[in-house]
């Protein structure tokens, strides 16, 4: 299966990332979480629901509630993995 990606849903989703760590990490740092920490939890966070949601728009097929939560687990193992790698 192919899958086409379109400028502004890539666009979209890297200003959503930046908006989320712009706005959150100042604000779980000011929490006491430290600087590499807040960004690791917010980066793996959003990415994980972004991409959730990008998939399930991208998908034809209805989805169950099942399916959604699957997804998301897997698709949140795989961005806090990257994650991890990026930040430590």
């Known amino acids: ?3 086409r990606f379109r400028y502004k849903t890539v666009f979209l989703f890297l200003l959503t990332m930046i908006l989320c ?3 959150f990490t100042p604000l779980l740092q000011y929490a006491g979480l430290s600087a590499e920490h807040s960004l690791f ?5 959003s990415a994980a629901l972004l991409t959730t949601f990008i998939s399930i728009r991208l998908s034809t097929a209805a989805l169950s ?3 959604v939560c699957i997804r998301f687990v897997l698709l949140g193992a795989g961005c806090t993995v990257v994650t991890y790698l990026a930040v430590f």
Do not use: D
């Not at 939890?41 to 966070?45: D, E």
């Open 1 to 3: 299966m192919f899958v």
């Open 21 to 23: 760590n712009v706005i």
């Open 65 to 67: 509630k099942t399916a």
């Open 41 to 45: 939890a917010i980066t793996s966070l």
